[in-house]
T-cell receptor
């Protein structure tokens, strides 16, 4: 089955700096890669996703890149703000298969210091 | 519209008792997922439903765990003979299609004493 590794487990940055979180996946058939943000005590929420037919996707201060050959994808947050502090989870799934199990990474605790 | 709801929000039970957790997905969402999140940990996949059927039950930790979904809507996760290691937040999510955005419920915090 799919295995998703996520690094780092914790990340502390100063407000205004950039933050990068990296994930690798094992199943070359995976083709959908969402990122979820979970604030303390709250439910996870989708912030951005990317499909395997594109290499990069951007939404304001958030961008995700995908390298299918190397089987890794990354989340980039620019101009970080204190409200970006949360746990971020990457995930991978093969949307063309019959098993729709979304495999999550173990999460990255991002702390943005004002 | 209404989001995913779960009940109860908190459940404290004694070791050995059975518990039933409920999930009401967003209306019209055909896919429903159950996850477990232990303190400070990631999201552990438990089971996925497409309609009323569960094609993948591989994530259920043991045969004490079971889940069903009726009418393509409400789902219940049942844990029999609870153990202390079952203590966690159980999250339910639904999506319009299996590979679409998953909308999470607020979770049920289960504490087994």
């Amino acid at each position: 089955g799919e295995n998703v590794e996520q690094h780092p487990s914790t990340l502390s940055v100063q407000e205004g700096d950039s933050a990068v979180i990296k994930c690798t996946y094992s199943d070359s058939a995976s083709n959908y890669f969402p990122w979820y943000k979970q604030e303390l005590g709250k439910r996870p929420q989708l912030i951005i996703d990317i499909r395997s037919n594109v290499g990069e996707k951007k939404d304001q201060r958030i961008a995700v890149t995908l390298n299918k050959t190397a089987k890794h994808f990354s989340l980039h947050i620019t101009e970080t703000q204190p409200e970006d502090s949360a746990v971020y989870f990457c995930a991978a799934i093969n949307s063309g298969g019959s098993n729709y199990k979304l495999t999550f990474g173990k999460g990255t605790l991002l702390t943005v210091n004002p | 519209g209404a989001g995913v709801s779960q009940s109860p929000s908190n459940k404290v039970t004694e070791k050995g008792k059975d518990v039933e957790l409920r999930c009401d997905p967003i209306s019209g969402h055909t896919a429903l997922y159950w996850y477990r999140q232990s303190l400070g940990q990631g999201l552990e996949f438990l089971i996925y439903f497409q309609g009323n059927s569960a094609p993948d039950k591989s994530g259920l930790p043991s045969d004490r765990f079971s889940a069903e979904r009726t009418g393509g809507s409400v789902s219940t996760l049942t844990i029999q003979r609870t153990q202390q290691e079952d203590s966690a937040v159980y999250l339910c999510a639904s999506s319009f299609k299996p590979t679409g955005e998953q909308y999470f419920g607020p979770g049920t915090r289960l504490t087994v004493t």
